[in-house]
């Protein structure tokens, strides 16, 4: 069965540097079809799209975040990972990784993990 | 950057059917660009409910049905259950921000 669970710091200061990974198992993450991405909700709102990755490393960022996003793969560890620099307490969100299921017409997420709640404080 | 416009609530009672709205625009539902559904139990990440406009992934239960037409799409839940209160989330892509976008979000009430 299929899992994904985020890891990272829970707490991160303002203009630092934010760095989650998402371990995938009973899967491989460099199946063809599919893309890995990462979602965030802040508390008590809606979801955001932050970005994707495919396994051999082509990325696309959310166009709002670009420039502070970068994702990266590693195969042999079957993770992904998110960094976002300069971070501000709108930043401040419960942070989900999730599996992209490539389509035509739009990609659905299936399954997510669990999610880890990352908050910009001082 | 929540370009889908859904109701924030709707409630029945237990059997009822109700549904949820998910209105859009020419840049995504409008452009044929597929509409899914998650569903949010409390405290839980989302779960897909339905994929590709109108298909259920195994184990969803065949109460929830999904339809598309023009730039709104529509998820229906049948015979509601006291289990079906959650927050429920639409979901496509926009080619103007050329970002995958989620709805607004509707709380399920069954009362």
């Known amino acids: 069965q299929l899992q994904l669970q985020e890891s990272g710091p829970g707490l991160v200061k303002p203009s630092e540097t934010l760095s989650l990974t998402c371990t995938v198992s009973?899967?491989?993450?460099?199946?063809?079809?599919?893309?890995w991405g990462w979602i965030r909700q802040p508390p008590g709102k809606g979801l955001e799209w932050i970005g994707n990755?495919?396994?051999?490393?082509?990325?696309y960022y959310n166009p709002s975040l670009k420039g502070r996003i970068t994702i990266s793969v590693d195969s042999s560890k079957n993770q992904f990972s998110l960094r976002l620099s300069s971070v501000t307490a709108a930043d401040t969100a419960v942070y989900y990784c999730?599996?992209?299921?490539?389509?035509?017409?739009?990609?659905?997420?299936?399954?997510w993990g669990q999610g880890t709640l990352v908050t910009v404080s001082s | 950057q929540s370009v889908l416009t859904q109701p924030p609530s709707v409630s029945g009672a237990p059997g009822q059917r109700v549904s949820i709205s998910c209105t859009g625009s020419s840049s995504n539902i409008g452009a044929y660009y597929d509409v899914h559904w998650y569903q949010q139990l409390p405290g839980t990440a989302p779960k897909l409910l339905i994929y590709g406009n109108t298909n259920r992934p195994s184990g969803v239960p065949d109460r929830f049905s999904g339809s598309r037409s023009g730039t709104s799409a529509s998820l229906a839940i049948s015979g509601l259950q006291a289990e079906d209160e959650a927050d429920y989330y639409c979901?496509?892509?926009?080619?103007?921000?050329?970002?995958?976008?989620f709805g607004t979000g509707t709380k399920v009430t069954v009362l």
């Open positions: 990755i495919y396994y051999s490393g082509n990325t």
């Open positions: 979901q496509s892509y926009d080619s103007s921000l050329s970002v995958y976008v």
């Open positions: 009973g899967a491989s993450i460099s199946s063809s079809s599919y893309y």
């Open positions: 999730a599996r992209e299921r490539a389509a035509a017409g739009s990609n659905w997420f299936d399954p």
